[in-house]
Each structure stands twice: as C-alpha cells, then as structure tokens.
C-alpha cells in the first residue's frame, strides 16, 4: 500500500511561484520504491494532465507546457516529492494531484492517468 498527501497549493499573482510537496508512506512504499512518481493536474472542466514525472534512476519528463518553469524532484531520505513552479500562468491554474506506481508498463508511458496510487489533490490558482 502506498499513500500520496499532498500539500503547498495556493493562490498567487501570475509570474509567481510555489512549491507543491508530496509526502509518501505505506508499507509497500517502505519497502520498495515505486517505479515512478509523477504529478498532474486537472482544471475545471479539463481532462487529467500529466505535467511532470521522475523515475527510481532520476530521469525527469515535463509536458510541453511546462518545460523550464516547473522542476520535479525527490528526497528519498525524506519520502518526499516535489514540484518547484515558477512562472506560473493563469492557465497553470487547477488541482495538482501526485501519483505512484510500480508497472513498468505504466512508468513507460507516464503521462497517461493509470498510475495505481493517488494523492488527494492541492490547488493552485493563478491570478493574471
């Protein structure tokens, strides 16, 4: 079992930054690492979007839209992943969700909404 919270959304002028954080824990997580990890995000009457995602080896993918504004990261010490947002645009506005799996065939497409474990979600809106 794995369980994602999420936290550090908020509301900020457009041009500003925030810190998104998910703390990850379970037994299954304790054990073993998953896979991949990864946040999306989901605007009002907007399907799920991948934005960004980091495997166990480190490699990082960014959507296109957020290329050179947002930056993934984790602290195994800390069971920690982090998405650092800066220049953020009206559009970035919408609940950003972190997610975890361990399938490799899932990991290997990881902008796709199948990942097994989910956070609950923190908001972030923009204000131009």
């Known amino acids: 079992q794995v369980t994602l919270v999420d936290t550090g959304g908020g509301s900020v002028q457009s041009g500003g930054s925030l810190r998104l954080s998910c703390a990850a824990s379970?037994?299954?997580?304790?054990?073993?690492?998953?896979?991949?990890m990864g946040w999306f995000r989901q605007a009002s009457g907007k399907e799920r979007e991948g934005v960004a995602n980091?495997?166990?080896?480190?490699?990082?993918r960014y959507a296109d839209s957020v290329k050179g504004r947002f930056s993934i990261s984790q602290d195994d010490a800390k069971n920690t992943l982090t998405l650092q947002m800066s220049s953020l645009k009206p559009d970035d506005t919408a609940m950003y969700y972190c997610?975890?799996?361990?399938?490799?065939?899932?990991?290997?497409?990881?902008?796709?909404?199948?990942?097994?474990?989910w956070g609950q979600g923190t908001q972030v809106t923009v204000s131009s």
């Open positions: 980091i495997d166990r080896d480190g490699n990082t």
């Open positions: 997610a975890a799996d361990y399938r490799p065939t899932v990991c290997g497409d990881p902008f796709r909404s199948t990942y097994a474990y």
């Open positions: 379970g037994a299954s997580y304790m054990w073993l690492k998953p896979n991949c």
